[in-house]
DNA sequence: TTGAAAGCGCTAACAA
DNA sequence: TTGTTAGCGCTTTCAA
């Protein structure tokens, strides 16, 4: 354990620095000294010492990822994308799990600080714009995925989320739905922001009413989502469908109805977002919406990593399409016509 | 971005050793000259290298982990628990996603000689015991989780596999049932060579006939666990419960039983292992066991790296209890008693 | 209580 | 085509 290129160089019989080259085939060495070196390094099973390179190099060649819960499949999916990604152009990166608490986010960061990671790849943070930008302009290098933020050099993804969300609107409404409700996910969260705007878009668009009484939050989990349909359904008992930010509030949504009485799709439809394996096997199966996040994660990725020594960013904001899928949960037609 | 030790010393009038002493508070400092050291620490914004701090201590503070599929949910839990202890201890992970593949899993492996991490926690690894060993001769720590490696200074976890199989299936022979199939997950797979003993230790005890033919394999996975189902009832159609080594299978038998009009419980009794989030949202709930994943990953880690600059490990082995769940798929009485 | 200096393993500027 | 040497930022031995 620990041949170092010093050792090789000694028994291949020439000086470190041919050894360096050969090891990253730089400038001319002749073929002859080379095999030799190459087969001095078998021989003695020797590997170049990361810590050492990157002391020299500047370059840790590790990213650091950032995401609110490891366990959420859908940060499990872009943390897949990313680390395809970077694996691919020799990154290595390491996992940091903030556990839903920001403090923990912000302190993570400090692996910017100390040089353990040459960038961070932000999955969905809590940390203000203000912060990631200050961070930005102190020089140190970040991508954030699932909002966009104003900043030259810091490459974003996100999905059409309010295109696909004035496109659910837009089905119900001609399956002849008239009090759509909506159940969002936070005040802070960008997602749930822009599902929001193509709520309202796509009722605009369908020429119904906007009614702030049917809309309530559920904070992208079951119980809120639970709750948060009851106080709309006591509000006003003419909804017919339900759109929810995500899986998880839709859920709860049938949690809800089952206990209200209520059948879906017959008496409410609902549609939920992120198409969480568990939407095919409830009952009924729920309509929602596919984002690629693997795919995200590992576009953002390749582009932050070829862009990482340069300074200036021509592409930085990717946008990428997601897919509705409509099952047994959205599937009445209510008009009479 | 990149303050160093010496422009700490410079600014405050004393050696780069003070600094180094104040910042690891080794040896005595007077305490005014630590005070100063601080405030010029503070003021310059300075953090140390981790990278320069690696080369020279000859630890980089990272652990590798190594897991087949990061989207697998048990697998997320294990890297929370592994990612909660090496925080705890200062230590970062570095994920290394195998995606399902061998030959990805042993390239890994890599960065133990080339020194990019200290060690590594293999979860559920498909690499042969001969070559973990092979690596552990050549003086590379690593843990392993969800098999026991006859090694020693490798720490492993693993659930109580057997026991819980077995009292699943005494369970089934006390509701009355007497030909209960077995879906396996592999013949690689230690879980599933364990739940297959539990099962036949359980059928032992409850007096019950061994029958092969009950037996097929369903490779952990819903499609395989389907037609290994198909395949079974072919045989034997009094079969009137299944124990599938996970619930992906046992999802696989719910499909398999709509196809073929079966109805769970009434005709079928099922129990699976994991305990997914989706076992309460099948019809009927499935029952299932659930693994203490985040707990163990987080228990052998902590272990791990205690006992990480040991050469001989005290405790070695831990073994963690199951919990079995039933629900309304496994309900049925069968017995006229 | 403090500091000078060596050295961890590597790369690259410069020289030959 | 190859080698000498300085130095990346840190810790630690030894001396003062």
Known sequence: MGVTIQEVALHAGVSVTT??????????VKEKTKIKVLH????????????AKSLRNKKTMTLGILVPDINVFIFSEFIKGIERAAQSQ???VIICDADNNMVKEHEYLALLKNQTVDAFVLVF???????????????????????????HNIPCCVTNNVEFSKEIIMHFAKQGH??????????????????????????KLSQLPFQPELIEDGAFNEKKGYEAFKRIYNKNRNISAVYAA????????????????????????VIGVDDN?????????????KQPNTEMGYLVTQMFIN?????????????????????????KLIASY
């Open 19 to 28: 050894v360096s080259r050969v090891l990253n085939n730089s400038q001319q």
């Open 307 to 331: 862009q990482l020594n340069e300074e200036l960013i021509k592409e930085r904001v990717i946008i990428k399409a997601s897919q509705i899928f409509y099952r047994d949960s959205s599937n």
């Open 246 to 269: 995500n899986d998880e509030m839709a859920i709860g949504v049938y949690k809800a109805c089952q206990e209200l009485g209520l059948r879906i799709p017959d008496d409410i439809a």
């Open 125 to 151: 943070p809590t940390i203000s714009d203000d912060l990631i930008k200050e961070y930005a302009n102190e020089g140190y290098r970040m991508a954030v995925i699932g909002r966009i933020i104003d900043c």
């Open 40 to 51: 001095i390094i078998q021989e003695l099973g020797y590997h170049p010492n990361a810590t």
């Open 90 to 92: 020799n990154y290595n």
């Open 178 to 203: 008239t009090d759509i409700a909506f159940i969002s996910g936070g005040q802070h969260s960008n997602d749930s922001i822009d599902r929001l705007e193509g709520y309202i878009q796509g009722l």
């Open 277 to 289: 394996r568990m939407c095919k096997y409830v009952t009924p199966p729920l309509s929602s919406v």
